[in-house]
């Protein structure tokens, strides 16, 4: 079974640009969860989708943002970027809220 | 808002040693608590999940406990290998949201 994939791995923008990541879960997985990690901040939630409807998000302003599609595949965008949004970000599937989330291997993103 | 906390941040044991590693949370109302592992550069792997109602879970060489009323959790390893050697997050689901500790960095020294 394939497990979560995500693209593209490594990317380097400049200031202002937007970019766009994408997470394809675990099959039969509906639950598609994005976290950013950076080494001051650790592992952070940005937000949860669920049958195409964003169910959770956590406290990011709203420059970042996501989708979800009817396969459960999922992108996030984050417009206008900052040097600080340099970060790991990952994308993780479960079957639904509160069983075990499985991550994939995350989208390395550079802002200079 | 949830807040989680592992201790130590690093640490340093020789192989064939069994270890302890620490996680609290500061809100008991849980969902449930899984346990990580992430290898520099990587994503994170899921190693154990606990469900609120349960006090331990056991794979292989890897042993969690949950004390839901005192927030904490433990993680055991046993006879430790350095191919364990990686950082060991807990994350705690209240339901809405997971919240991550920092993490423990363990290294495994031959």
């Known amino acids: 079974k394939a497990g979560v994939t995500q693209t593209p791995r490594y990317l380097i923008k400049t200031r202002g640009q937007q970019v766009t990541l994408s997470c394809s879960p675990i099959?039969?997985?509906?639950?598609v969860s994005w976290y950013q990690q950076t080494p001051g901040q650790g592992l952070q939630f940005l937000f949860e989708?669920?049958?195409?409807?964003?169910?959770n998000k956590g406290n990011f302003p709203g420059r970042f943002s996501g989708r979800q599609f009817s396969n459960s595949r999922s992108e996030m965008n984050v417009s206008t970027l900052e040097l600080g949004d340099s970060a790991l970000y990952l994308c993780?599937?479960?079957?639904?809220?509160?069983?075990?989330?499985?991550f994939g291997e995350g989208s390395w993103l550079t802002v200079v | 808002k949830q807040e989680v906390t592992q201790i130590p941040a690093a640490l340093s044991v020789p192989e064939g040693e069994n270890l302890v590693l620490n996680c609290s949370f500061t809100d008991s109302a849980i969902y449930n608590l899984q346990w990580f592992r992430q290898d520099p550069g990587k994503g994170l792997t899921s190693l154990l999940l606990i469900q609120s109602s349960q006090r331990e879970q056991t794979s292989g060489r890897l042993n969690a406990s949950l004390d839901k009323s005192s927030g904490r959790s433990t993680l055991y390893i046993a006879a430790s290998q350095p191919g364990d050697s990686a950082t060991y997050l807990c994350a705690v689901n209240t339901g809405n949201q997971f919240y991550f500790g920092t993490g423990t960095s363990l290294t495994v020294i031959p």
């Open positions: 099959s039969g997985h509906r639950s």
């Open positions: 989708y669920f049958s195409e409807t964003q169910r």
């Open positions: 993780a599937s479960s079957t639904t809220v509160g069983n075990t989330i499985y």
